[in-house]
C-alpha cells in the first residue's frame, strides 16, 4: 500500500512556474510507476505525465510537452512535475497517482493540489 500527499500548488501569472511535489509513504514507491493527473472544472480528468519506476522513461500530453517536466527521486519517495510557462488553461487540481510495474491501473491517489494560472 502507498498513500501519496501532494504540495506546491497555488496563484501564479501566465508565464510563470510552480514545482508541484508528492511525496509518497511505504518502502516500495519505487516499484511503482508514477502519474501526475489534472482536472478542471467541467472537464474529463486528465493524464498529464507519467514516469517509469527508474525514471528513465517519461510521457506526457501534447499540451505540455517542452514546458513541463516529471522527475522522481527513489530516495526520497518522491516525484515532482516542474511546470514552467504556465497557461490560463493549465489551471485545475492536480493528482499524482501510482501504479504497480505490472499492473494496468493507478489504483493509488493523492487528495490533490489546486494550480490557478491567472492571465
Known amino acids: 500500500q502507498v498513500q501519496l500527499v501532494e504540495s506546491g500548488g497555488g496563484l501564479v501569472q501566465a508565464g510563470g512556474s510552480l514545482r508541484l511535489s508528492c511525496a509518497a509513504s511505504?518502502?516500495?514507491?519505487?516499484?511503482?510507476?508514477m502519474g501526475w493527473f489534472r482536472q478542471a472544472p467541467g472537464k474529463e480528468r486528465e493524464r498529464v505525465a507519467s514516469?517509469?519506476?527508474?525514471?528513465?522513461?517519461?510521457d506526457y500530453i501534447n499540451s505540455v510537452k517542452g514546458r513541463f517536466t516529471i522527475a522522481r527521486d527513489n530516495a526520497k519517495n518522491t516525484v515532482y512535475l516542474q511546470m514552467n510557462s504556465l497557461k490560463p488553461e493549465d489551471t485545475a487540481v492536480y493528482f499524482c497517482?501510482?501504479?504497480?510495474?505490472?499492473?494496468?491501473?493507478?489504483?493509488?491517489w493523492g487528495q490533490g493540489t489546486q494550480v490557478t494560472v491567472s492571465s
Open positions: 511505504g518502502r516500495t514507491f519505487s516499484s511503482y510507476i
Open positions: 514516469i517509469s519506476t527508474s525514471g528513465s522513461t517519461t
Open positions: 497517482a501510482a501504479r504497480p510495474a505490472m499492473g494496468y491501473e493507478y489504483g493509488h
